[in-house]
């Protein structure tokens, strides 16, 4: 892959490792029966990510670092109160049927690892200290292994809990996102927006939210990739990117539009699918209300892409623009950005198979 991912602000070896650790740190949890090693998992991917959030020497770095660190850590004590509390109650530590009591606490400290509202007040916050390519781990691949988890327990999980959740994330990531100029903040409450439409269906279809939960990880990837390529962090810096690379800024605006769940795009898809879950669930009032709650952040995005595609701020440029850039081949995000933008034709294969 000839994007660079991550740059080389530390030891090559050290970031070998590290990336290695993350890797290992979520194979565990995946792959555990057993609540003890799950939880070291967790623990191995939080201690593997602090040296690369603050791998830039600048306080806001380390701010950021503080930040994740003590919040993991206080999800990660309540994760395992909660255990030792069910191995002493039934004797044993396999992922298994908790009380009412327990698997609250448990699906709490799991959504505080997500960054769920009224749980999420560390995530943008942390994503705006960090850089882009910190920030995608951490959108991406750190919400794996509590999500997976989450899965496991979701028959148990009180409909109530993941109901209220559920609306308020949607709520605090659209109402969050109105009037940021940071991307990273806007991609932070993009991400607490996906996940509270995520675990909406979690409990009634477990398969519908695996699949969800693939597609937001697809477009939150292929829109971190275009925020790296052009080097944008804020939305003055993306309204000139077109003077950088014009056909991934078209793809930009692409991704923004499938990420608001504008059809005929990839993110048209989950919220359809979701949607009519929800009505066969007899939860129209609840699918009613998810819905307008998810208008507030299609006005961001829509002004996100009104922003790169429509206007442009007055500047003074100094020296001539570049009309045509030299276009290096970039395979890896050029596959995720056609995933992100092309796969509604999924939709009839999931309906009649």
Same mark, same amino acid.
């Given at each position: 892959?000839?994007?660079?991912?991550?740059p080389?602000?530390i030891?090559?070896?050290?970031?070998?490792?590290?990336?290695?650790?993350l890797?290992i740190?979520t194979?565990i949890?995946l792959?555990?029966?057993?609540w003890?090693?799950?939880?070291i998992?967790?623990?191995?991917?939080?201690?593997a990510?602090?040296p690369?959030?603050t791998?830039?020497?600048?306080?806001?770095?380390?701010?950021?670092?503080?930040?994740?660190?003590?919040?993991?850590?206080?999800?990660?004590?309540?994760m395992?109160?909660s255990?030792?509390?069910?191995?002493?109650?039934?004797?044993?530590?396999?992922?298994?049927?908790?009380?009412?009591l327990?698997?609250?606490?448990?699906?709490?400290?799991?959504?505080?690892?997500l960054?769920?509202?009224?749980?999420?007040?560390?995530l943008?916050?942390?994503?705006q200290?960090?850089?882009?390519?910190?920030?995608?781990i951490?959108s991406?691949?750190?919400k794996?292994?509590?999500?997976?988890?989450?899965f496991?327990?979701?028959?148990?999980v009180?409909?109530?809990l993941?109901v209220i959740l559920?609306?308020? +994330? *949607?709520l605090?990531? &659209? !109402?969050?996102?109105?009037?940021q100029?940071q991307?990273?903040?806007?991609?932070? %409450? #993009? +991400? *607490?927006?996906?996940? &509270? !439409?995520?675990?909406f269906?979690?409990?009634f279809?477990?398969?519908l939210?695996? %699949? #969800?939960?693939?597609l937001?990880?697809?477009m939150?990837?292929?829109?971190?990739?275009s925020?790296?390529?052009?080097s944008?962090?804020?939305?003055?810096?993306?309204?000139t990117?077109w003077?950088?690379?014009p056909a991934?800024?078209l793809?930009?605006?692409?991704i923004?539009?499938?990420?608001?769940?504008?059809?005929?795009l990839?993110?048209?898809?989950?919220k359809?699918l979701?949607?009519?879950?929800?009505?066969?669930?007899?939860?129209?009032?609840?699918?009613?209300?998810a819905?307008?709650?998810?208008l507030?952040a299609?006005?961001?995005?829509?002004?996100l892409?009104?922003?790169?595609?429509?206007?442009?701020p007055?500047?003074?440029?100094?020296?001539?623009?570049?009309?045509?850039t030299?276009?290096?081949?970039?395979?890896v995000?050029?596959v995720?950005?056609?995933m992100?933008?092309?796969l509604?034709?999924?939709t009839p294969?999931?309906?009649?198979?």
């Amino acid at each position: 892959m000839s994007v660079k991912i991550l740059p080389l602000l530390i030891n090559p070896f050290a970031l070998i490792m590290l990336l290695i650790s993350l890797a290992i740190g979520t194979m565990i949890t995946l792959s555990s029966h057993h609540w003890l090693l799950a939880w070291i998992g967790l623990e191995i991917n939080t201690l593997a990510l602090l040296p690369l959030m603050t791998k830039t020497p600048h306080p806001r770095a380390i701010e950021a670092a503080t930040k994740y660190f003590l919040t993991q850590a206080a999800a990660s004590a309540l994760m395992l109160f909660s255990c030792l509390i069910n191995a002493l109650q039934t004797g044993e530590w396999v992922i298994n049927p908790f009380p009412d009591l327990l698997i609250n606490s448990l699906s709490i400290a799991l959504m505080m690892k997500l960054g769920l509202a009224p749980l999420h007040f560390w995530l943008p916050e942390v994503l705006q200290g960090i850089s882009l390519p910190t920030g995608l781990i951490l959108s991406t691949w750190q919400k794996i292994p509590p999500m997976i988890l989450l899965f496991q327990i979701s028959p148990n999980v009180n409909l109530n809990l993941m109901v209220i959740l559920s609306l308020t +994330s *949607i709520l605090i990531g &659209g !109402w969050g996102g109105i009037g940021q100029t940071q991307l990273r903040k806007i991609m932070a %409450f #993009s +991400s *607490i927006g996906h996940l &509270g !439409w995520i675990i909406f269906i979690l409990k009634f279809n477990p398969q519908l939210s695996l %699949f #969800s939960f693939t597609l937001y990880l697809i477009m939150t990837t292929a829109m971190f990739f275009s925020l790296i390529m052009l080097s944008s962090t804020k939305m003055l810096q993306i309204s000139t990117s077109w003077t950088k690379n014009p056909a991934l800024t078209l793809t930009t605006l692409l991704i923004l539009l499938s990420l608001a769940g504008l059809p005929p795009l990839t993110g048209f898809l989950p919220k359809l699918l979701i949607t009519l879950e929800l009505i066969k669930q007899n939860m129209i009032i609840f699918a009613a209300l998810a819905m307008l709650t998810s208008l507030l952040a299609l006005f961001f995005y829509l002004r996100l892409a009104y922003l790169i595609s429509l206007t442009l701020p007055p500047n003074c440029y100094n020296s001539l623009i570049n009309w045509r850039t030299p276009m290096k081949p970039h395979l890896v995000p050029t596959v995720v950005n056609v995933m992100a933008m092309a796969l509604l034709p999924l939709t009839p294969t999931i309906f009649f198979v």
